[in-house]
């Protein structure tokens, strides 16, 4: 085999794993250290960072499979901080999501944070989804131009009954990502949400080592 086939053939069996936020990617990254078969991307928070970010990856890679990864705000009553939640068209893909621990769901992709109890419950109502985030469905359309296999795999951060300390979509830059001197000053003005957010920090800790168990079981199967 020629340097050249072995690298094609590399890139073809690659993984291309992606998250919208390196919070959300620390732990996974730290298990596929020095493992070549898998790259990392942050689009960044949206759809329209993320379809920009894959599609600009996509021009360097040609990966075998893609998983659209990170937070999910619960819909259903039933999920749990830390339930990891899939979707995808591939039947195989599926099975190996199913044994790795997660559970079949329809999600909702939102172009901005269910912040409260109250948005969850209308949402639900309204889509009958069991989850929502805010990028997948720009990543499953691209690979889905491409005949890329895709998955989305989320992890729950908020139960559909939790509202989140603070409207995070009122603290958000242009880009949606979040900003920091907003933060400051909201918690500031209200230090009475800092227990909250303590809270909320420590399910997104417990939630990401989930994420990264059933990721690290769908790309090296036992």
């Known amino acids: 085999m020629s340097a050249e086939s072995g690298v094609r053939s590399a890139e073809l069996n690659r993984t291309l794993v992606c998250f919208a936020l390196e919070d959300e990617a620390r732990v996974f990254r730290k298990r596929v250290a020095g493992r070549d ?34 937070f999910a705000g619960g819909l259903d009553p039933e999920l749990k901080s ?24 329809k999600f909702f992709c939102a172009a901005r944070i269910a912040t409260t109890a109250g948005e969850k419950t ?22 889905g131009e491409r005949g890329i296999s895709c998955a989305t795999v989320r992890v729950i951060s908020d139960a559909a009954g939790e509202d989140l300390p603070l409207d995070f979509n009122a603290l958000a830059r242009p880009d949606l990502s ?45």
């Open 122 to 143: 209308e949402l639900r109502r309204t889509t009958g989804a069991d989850a929502v985030e805010m990028e997948s469905e720009a990543v499953q359309m691209i690979c």
């Open 82 to 105: 830390g339930d990891v939640v899939f979707s995808t068209a591939d039947a195989a893909f599926a099975r190996t999501l199913a044994v790795a621990g997660a559970t079949p769901a």
């Open 178 to 222: 979040i900003h920091y001197g907003k933060l400051a000053a909201a918690i500031a003005k209200s230090p009475e949400k800092i227990p909250a957010l303590m809270r909320l920090r420590k399910n997104c800790n417990f939630a990401v080592e989930r994420l990264a168990d059933v990721l690290a079981k769908v790309i090296w199967p036992q």
């Open 37 to 70: 078969v898998v790259s990392i991307l942050i689009t960044g928070i949206g759809r329209k960072n993320a379809e920009q970010s894959v599609r600009d990856v996509l021009r360097q890679i040609s990966p075998r499979q893609v998983l659209t990864c990170g």
